[in-house]
């Protein structure tokens, strides 16, 4: 390095033209150099305009031997052109930085000097929100812009804050804009490189670039590592905690506060500190009552109504676990129900009936033999029900028949509408409590949650940022990790709240989890497909299947755009590895590589693509809203959905009454814990994004774009209808509401 005048020469190049000399004999040297000039101390960032340099070399030797001086002209006055650069700081929490910023522009003919970002804001130009512009001269224009290079610099004494860009806009001299999509935590003092926005796939990419793409996959793999929680369940991500976690996967600063607030307070809020540790019976229904005093609208209805056989019946289409019922037309062979049983004055028969598709079937034998739990050092007590029901010419959806354990025996009467007061209402207790827990393992924590989390983790690991499913699903994985890390830590880990209050915590959940998994399919997983599998395409008043329907609709027809957009045929489907690697990923860790799921090892169609990318996104979106966001609704008034029964069913008819209710009742902490943990798990947290709005859009090209717009109208459009229809409805059906399906899985 040589030192001219305070100045740095980074590189010097020297070129003797051979044959050109002057009247002294004297050979004439250009010299090609780059300067470099550094901010000195707080002064502002200056721009200079460099006329010439003259060098002047000690002593030249001629040919004659005699030494001289020799003069070595430089090229000079290099037009520069200048980039603009805008940066967005995102508007999360603890986004700023108030270090030095600065930034390297790379393209296809050349690059920029790494340039300090400064311009009149000073140390506000990269707080929580800002847009901020700044030029980056180049001596020529660098081509296409394929990638740029950002870092910070602690500035003097101030702290080293990490910091959250969202994107960069960098307009040309040729007034071509490009963005560049970031949506990450800086955190150190490196170098980072971030891809220009346009979606490419690994085929397609230039081998210049390629190594930025190994690179940042080979980071992802290190990060986001495969762990066994327990065998013959899905794999989840390597983690101790949610600290442990990269940062960009993390729940914001405000999300962290609320979810934290809430689980210490949530007690405090619905009134119930003072229950917490009371291991007593309820006394009678008027002190029960009194414990919900928190009441949304449809909880307020199902206090009220929770004792009606239309309301019992109207939960399996309706309620929070629409995926157990189905057509019967053949009764099981362990639930013996004859006509006289259930038609007792010969007004139709179970055969005709079910010709006719008006009987249905819940059948609840993944719980049979689960050993129970014991709470606060009381046995409880797990049935697994079979439930017949009627479509009667009212459209009405009616419970015929109830055995509440799967063998039949003297000691296992078959319960009727018919029968005393107490006895049918305890065997509907019974279902409820079967229900419950099968609906928070099977339907709701291993069907969208840990389905969630594998589809996530496999993304991170096999797909970098510039991929074009990347960049479609990304935002469907928000906080996903963190939340099932909470889950495992919190609700099913050996302390957890689940495991300690819930009938089926313990040893029985985790065999309840593995028997889920060892009958599910991936045709369950598609609610067309798992719709016509049930038999249920004409049951009336079906409002989970009807918007459930739509919403899938308006999904596939935006994925098909977008995924339709960048794979023309179906030789580029099989020719993308990463693709490829994503899927075989989900297969091994998510499906145990079972083929009996039917689950794709590999994708040989557009088709087939997009069909399962749809089932992952109405998994992590709809479904999930489907079978989660009514929790409290359902589930806060305990008599609907006890969590626990500490009593065993009857084994004989005409032994009830309401005391023996009340005995059966989880007692009071284990009521309230319950309440307190659905309320959790239903409350909305003021970042909520909701379903087809992307805050963090990693699309820059037009078409993908497009789409997203057409897709948000879509979903406009859906809701629309569905306030229409609700409105004529004595109790509306608004889970699948888009402005009410959150995007991702987050609680």
């Not at 009606?308 to 629409?322: M, S």
């Not at 029900?385 to 055995?403: E, G, N, R, S, Y």
């Not at 897709?711 to 859906?718: G, P």
Request: some cysteine; aromatic content about 10%.
């Amino acid at each position: 390095m040589i030192v001219l005048d305070n100045l740095i020469t980074q590189k010097i190049i020297i070129h003797r033209q051979e044959g050109v000399k002057s009247e002294q004999n004297q050979t004439r040297l250009l010299i090609d150099y780059q300067l470099d000039k550094q901010r000195f101390s707080y002064f502002p960032e200056e721009h200079w305009f460099p006329d010439k340099v003259e060098i002047k070399p000690p002593v030249a030797v001629t040919s004659t031997g005699r030494s001289s001086t020799a003069r070595i002209l430089l090229l000079s006055r290099v037009k520069m052109v200048d980039y603009e650069v805008t940066v967005f700081t995102g508007s999360l929490d603890q986004a700023a930085t108030y270090s030095d910023v600065y930034i390297k522009l790379v393209g296809t003919d050349g690059e920029s000097h790494r340039t300090q970002l400064i311009d009149h804001k000073g140390s506000l130009a990269f707080i929580k929100g800002a847009v901020s512009s700044f030029t980056v001269p180049c001596s020529v224009s660098i081509g296409k812009l394929l990638l740029i290079e950002l870092d910070k610099q602690r500035f003097s004494f101030f702290p080293n804050e990490d910091w959250f860009p969202a994107k960069v806009e960098i307009k040309s001299p040729e007034e071509v804009t490009y963005t560049v999509p970031i949506y990450r935590w800086i955190t150190d003092s490196k170098v980072h490189h971030f891809r220009e926005g346009t979606a490419l796939r690994v085929f397609e990419d230039n081998r210049r670039l390629g190594k930025y793409r190994d690179k940042e996959l080979k980071r992802r793999k290190e990060e986001y590592c495969w762990e066994v929680y327990k065998e013959g369940i899905p794999h989840c991500i390597k983690a101790k905690n949610p600290c442990s976690l990269p940062p960009e996967v993390r729940f914001s600063f405000t999300k962290t506060m609320q979810f934290a607030f809430t689980a210490v307070t949530g007690m405090i809020e619905l009134r119930l500190e003072e229950l917490v540790n009371c291991k007593k019976k309820w006394k009678d229904m008027h002190h029960l009552n009194r414990a919900l005093w928190h009441k949304t609208h449809m909880a307020d209805y199902v206090q009220k109504h929770w004792k009606e056989d239309v309301f019992f019946g109207y939960q399996y289409l309706n309620g929070i676990n629409p995926m157990l019922i189905r057509c019967c037309t053949a009764l099981p062979s362990n639930f013996p129900v004859t006509d006289d049983m259930v038609f007792p004055h010969g007004q139709s028969s179970l055969e005709e009936e079910m010709k006719n598709g008006n009987i249905f079937l819940v059948d609840y034998k993944l719980l049979d033999g689960v050993k129970p739990n014991v709470i606060n050092k009381k046995k409880q007590y797990l049935m697994a029900p079979l439930v017949l029901l009627h479509k009667t010419p009212q459209d009405q959806l009616m419970p015929l028949a109830i055995q509440l354990k799967q063998t039949p025996a003297d000691d296992n009467p078959i319960f009727f509408p018919t029968d005393s007061e107490y006895d049918w209402l305890m065997a509907k207790i019974f279902v409820r409590s079967a229900d419950f827990n099968i609906h928070e393992l099977n339907v709701h924590l291993l069907r969208t949650h840990l389905l969630a989390e594998v589809f996530t983790v496999s993304l991170l690991r096999n797909l970098p940022m510039v991929h074009p499913l990347y960049k479609l699903l990304i935002s469907h994985t928000r906080y996903t990790l963190q939340i099932n890390i909470l889950a495992r830590l919190l609700l099913i880990s050996e302390t957890g709240v689940f495991t300690k209050y819930a009938a089926s915590g313990g040893e029985g959940m985790i065999t309840i989890l593995r028997r889920s998994m060892s009958s599910m399919t991936y045709s369950s997983l598609c609610i067309p497909d798992d719709i016509a599998e049930r038999g249920l395409e004409d049951v009336p008043n079906f409002h989970y299947r009807d918007d459930g329907l739509r919403l899938w609709d308006i999904i596939n027809r935006f994925v098909q755009g977008v995924l339709g957009y960048y794979y023309k045929n179906d030789a580029e489907v099989k020719q993308d590895s990463e693709l490829q690697k994503w899927i075989s990923d989900i297969f091994v860790h998510g499906f145990l590589s079972k083929e009996s799921t039917g689950i794709p090892q590999s994708f040989t169609s557009v088709a087939e693509l997009v069909k399962f990318v749809t089932m992952v996104i109405f998994t992590c979106s709809a479904q999930h809203a489907a079978v989660n966001s009514g929790q409290y609704d359902f589930d806060g008034w305990m008599p609907n959905a006890p969590t626990s029964l500490q009593c065993p069913p009857p084994t004989k008819k005409g032994t009830t009454n309401e005391a023996t209710m009340l005995d059966t009742f989880p007692d009071v902490s284990t009521t309230v814990h319950g309440m307190a943990v659905v309320w959790l798990l239903s409350k909305q947290s003021t970042d909520f994004v909701p379903l087809g709005h992307y805050p963090k859009n990693h699309f820059t090209e037009e078409t993908p774009c497009k789409l997203i717009k057409e897709f948000q109208e879509r979903l406009e459009e859906f809701e629309a209808n569905v306030k229409a229809r609700n409105g004529s409805l004595g109790v509306p059906y608004t889970y699948l509401i888009p402005a009410e399906v959150e995007n991702s899985v987050t609680l």
